[in-house]
Nanobody
């Protein structure tokens, strides 16, 4: 099985930056797709950023030009660089990664989430 662990969240002032990491462990062999979601209390989960197998990326309009999704295929880590953070970015951020394990089986795993709070 493949497990994902997010890290890098915390408290930051408006205009600040954070880099979230999503580390995959276990039987992971390769990553096909990666996504970052966020959710605030009382709100629906929102897809923030996505990366396809090819490396092509897509972002929610609310974070375009501010967030960047990337990956390190060797380390099996997916990142979300968050710049010029705004209070409305406050949420629990979770990663979702799909790929293949060493047995050739597909996996689709979620992390537990990391809290990002943007406040003065």
């Amino acid at each position: 099985q493949v497990q994902l662990v997010e890290s890098g969240g915390g408290l930051v002032q408006p205009g600040g930056s954070l880099r979230l990491s999503c580390a995959a462990s276990g039987m992971v062999f390769t990553i096909y797709t990666a996504r970052w979601y966020r959710q605030s209390p009382g709100k629906q989960r929102e897809l923030v950023a996505a990366m396809a197998r090819s490396g092509s990326t897509n972002y929610a309009d609310s974070v375009k030009a501010r967030f960047t999704i990337s990956r390190d295929m060797g380390k099996k880590v997916v990142y979300l660089q968050m710049d010029n953070l705004k209070p409305e970015d406050t949420a629990v951020y979770s990663c979702n990664v799909a790929g293949a394990d060493y047995n050739g089986a597909a996996y689709d795993s979620w992390g537990q989430g990391t809290q990002v709070t943007v406040s003065s």
